[in-house]
């Protein structure tokens, strides 16, 4: 599976940005999707994760309410929409897919995209 993650941007505190993570692959669909984040200095963190079939969703606290994850296997996509956005927001995203139900940890995706950068002005 390969994966490109697309639509980062400048946006100012209260904006919206929704990223796009296009995968490769006819087996997309068997794949847990997560979406981690990297601000500088600072360890991967885990934002939001999806399972195959989209009946299992998690989100970090810090997003809860204000990033939406989805996915659309027939069109090998899977994006996060985030709303109110606050400068701490600011990071690398990155896609991730792994052969399990769901997950949270880093260790357990297989396949990581480019990260597209986020960066939020107060």
């Known amino acids: 599976v390969q994966l490109q993650a697309s639509g980062g941007g400048l946006v100012q505190a209260g904006g919206s940005l929704r990223l796009s993570c296009a995968a490769s692959g006819r087996t997309f669909s068997t794949y847990a999707m997560g979406w981690f984040r990297q601000a500088p200095g600072k360890e991967r963190e885990f934002v939001a994760a999806?399972?195959?079939?989209?009946?299992?969703?998690h989100y970090a606290d810090s997003v809860k309410g204000r990033f939406t994850i989805s996915r659309d296997n027939s069109k090998n996509t899977a994006d996060l929409q985030m709303n109110s956005l606050k400068p701490e927001d600011t990071a690398v995203y990155s896609c991730?897919?792994?052969?399990?139900?769901?997950?949270?940890?880093?260790?357990?995706?297989?396949?990581w995209g480019q990260g597209t950068q986020v960066t939020v002005s107060s």
């Open positions: 999806i399972s195959w079939i989209s009946t299992s969703i």
């Open positions: 991730a897919a792994g052969r399990m139900w769901v997950g949270i940890l880093p260790r357990e995706y297989e396949y």
